[in-house]
């Protein structure tokens, strides 16, 4: 089997959007390349996720911020959530830094937003 060179970095991005499920495209600075963005309903408790056994089980989506190049031939640095239920959402380093944004994610589209600096 052939491994794909440019999977994770930065390549096309399928976006299955359509009825009730968007997605969401964060603008990021080049110095978060390779951390992780986590992506949770507002009003969803971090400690929903810990069990007492000292490790966090996490569902809820995450991303890397990659670098990808834009249509400009300049590179830009971002995460993109590719299928997201449409509301209202906060957003955090992995595994549990402070939330430092929240978006609303409507269905059949893309949302994007700049993370804060």
């Not at 499920?21 to 971090?46: F, K, N, Q, T, Y």
């Not at 569902?59 to 911020?65: D, K, M, N, Q």
């Not at 995460?79 to 449409?86: G, K, L, M």
Request: with cysteine; aromatic share 4%.
């Amino acid at each position: 089997m052939t491994e794909n060179p440019h999977a994770g970095k930065g390549s096309s991005v399928l976006l299955d959007i359509g009825g009730d499920v968007g997605a969401l495209v964060i603008d990021c600075p080049s110095a978060l390349e390779g951390v992780e963005i986590e992506l949770r309903p507002v009003g969803h408790s971090a400690d929903e996720h810990h069990h007492g056994d000292g490790h966090q089980h996490s569902h809820l989506p995450h991303v890397a911020v990659v670098p990808r190049p834009s249509p400009e031939g300049e590179t830009i640095h971002s995460a993109v959530f590719f299928e997201v239920p449409q509301g209202r959402y906060e957003l955090y380093v992995r595994p549990d830094g402070p939330v430092r944004l929240a978006v609303d994610v409507t269905g059949g589209e893309v949302t994007a937003a700049d993370w804060p600096t």
